[in-house]
């Protein structure tokens, strides 16, 4: 309930935990999302929305890939501010209630070959089917493990929720793996293997007045939400 799903998985020791985003519609010009203590969600709309301050959206451009003995999917951050219509995004911020307003504008991100898929209609949810097409696609899941985002094969149908989104993977280029690491952002751009921990918001820092303050002095100031003496 509640934009939530619980959805078997492939392993018994990956849990699928409450990051599906939680949203709701605002008075028609924007979606309002709930993103939990995983700090991580996915999100879909069908048309297309500003990203929230202090939220970082990424879609999956490539294929996965086997490194090390374990499978790897690169997520890209979208850089403009605007998750074009019907993409799916994974969402990384720290919990708290969001609002992503209507954008005027389509979006500069080219999302062609995103493999981020999702619903936003009318009803609270789509249940996606098994493939029985064996050269068609294998289906993910966003999952957590050991504190780490995740992606899990799902072996049996599943619930998508409003405003959320799923991972499907072309046969032809699926691993055999049950579960994908995510590397958010490319590795010669970041230098970062796949972590532990789900990535950082950026900081976003605004004095009493709400002026956003790029280098604050002593004082108390509202840095990602929050009240913090300086």
Do not use: W
Not at 125 to 138: C, K
């Amino acid at each position: 309930e509640n934009g939530i799903a619980t959805i078997p998985c492939a392993k018994d020791d990956v849990v699928v935990v409450d990051f599906t985003a939680e949203s709701s519609m605002v008075a028609e010009t924007a979606v309002a999302v709930t993103i939990t203590d995983a700090k991580v969600a996915t999100f879909y709309a069908n048309e297309a929305v500003n990203i929230a301050e202090g939220v970082k959206a990424y879609v999956a451009l490539d294929a996965p890939e086997q490194e090390e003995g374990r499978s790897i999917i690169t997520l890209t951050e979208i850089k403009d501010g605007i998750i074009p219509a019907e993409t799916g995004v994974v969402l990384c911020a720290d919990k708290g209630e969001y609002s992503f307003t209507y954008a005027a504008l389509a979006g500069s991100t080219d999302t062609e070959g995103n493999l981020l898929c999702g619903y936003a209609g009318a009803e609270e949810y789509l249940e996606v089917a098994l493939s029985t097409d064996s050269s068609a696609h294998f289906n993910y899941v966003l999952a957590v493990e050991n504190d780490s985002a995740l992606f899990a094969k799902q072996e049996a149908a599943f619930k998508v929720y409003r405003h959320s989104a799923y991972l499907q993977v072309p046969v032809e280029d699926a691993t055999e793996d049950a579960t994908l690491s995510i590397r958010f952002g490319k590795k010669e751009e970041t230098g970062i293997e796949p972590s532990t921990l789900n990535p950082q918001p950026s900081t976003v820092i605004y004095d009493l007045m709400g002026r956003k303050v790029a280098t604050p002095t002593k004082g108390i100031y509202i840095v990602n939400g929050k009240k913090r003496v300086f």
